[in-house]
Every structure is written in structure tokens, then in C-alpha cells.
């Protein structure tokens, strides 16, 4: 079973910046290969649904999703360790939330790590 591990959230100030950590295990053993799979960010805002914000593709190329955050986000993947890394930069109240990795599709979601954005 493939399970998904999100770390580095916390509180920022408005305007900060943050980067996220996806840690990843058994995608060998559901054979599953990481390197070939494409993976994703999401975020659930309270009271909002679950979004998708921005995903890598198996040959690194990201693609942003959420238009909210186009230009100031940035995926990165870390095929040698089964990683994914979400940079956030000039980060706004709005992005307060609880930020999930996966793949995509989505399989079972992890606890997250919640970003609050105040000052």
C-alpha cells in the first residue's frame, strides 16, 4: 500500500515563503514505480473542498493547476528518494489550509500538514 507523508507546514506571515515535503513508501511494493508516476499537490481550505494545485509528471515537468497560485508555486520530485517538494512563495492568507501529496489519480491520502497564513 502506498502511503504518503507530508511534512514543513506551520505558521507564516503573509508574503513568506514555505517549502513542503512529500515523503513516500510502497510504491515497490504495490508495484508501483515513483519514477514513472505522476505526482500532485492538493490543499483543503476549511470549509472548502479538496483542490488540486499542481502536479509533476514522470519526466519532471510541473504543471500548475490552481490558478491562485500560478507563478508562485513551484513542484520539484526527487526520483532517488520517492519525494515530491512544494516551494510556496509570497504566500497569502488564503493559502491557510491542509496540503496533501499524492499520485494521480489519487490513491489513499495521508494526514497532510496543515500551512496557516497569518500575520
Known amino acids: 500500500q502506498v502511503q504518503f507523508v507530508e511534512s514543513g507546514g506551520g505558521l507564516v506571515q503573509p508574503g513568506e515563503s514555505m517549502k513542503l515535503s512529500c515523503t513516500t513508501s510502497g510504491f515497490t511494493a504495490s508495484e508501483i514505480t515513483f519514477s514513472q508516476t505522476t505526482m500532485t499537490w492538493w490543499r483543503q481550505a476549511p470549509g472548502k473542498e479538496r483542490e488540486l494545485l499542481m502536479l509533476?509528471?514522470?519526466?519532471?515537468?510541473?504543471?500548475t493547476i490552481g490558478e491562485s497560485v500560478k507563478g508562485r508555486f513551484t513542484i520539484a520530485r526527487d526520483n532517488g528518494k520517492e519525494m515530491i517538494y512544494l516551494q510556496m512563495n509570497d504566500l497569502e492568507p488564503a493559502g491557510t489550509a491542509v496540503y496533501y501529496c499524492n499520485t494521480f489519480p489519487p490513491l489513499d491520502w495521508g494526514q497532510g500538514t496543515r500551512v496557516t497564513v497569518s500575520s
Open positions: 509533476i509528471d514522470s519526466s519532471g515537468v510541473g504543471e
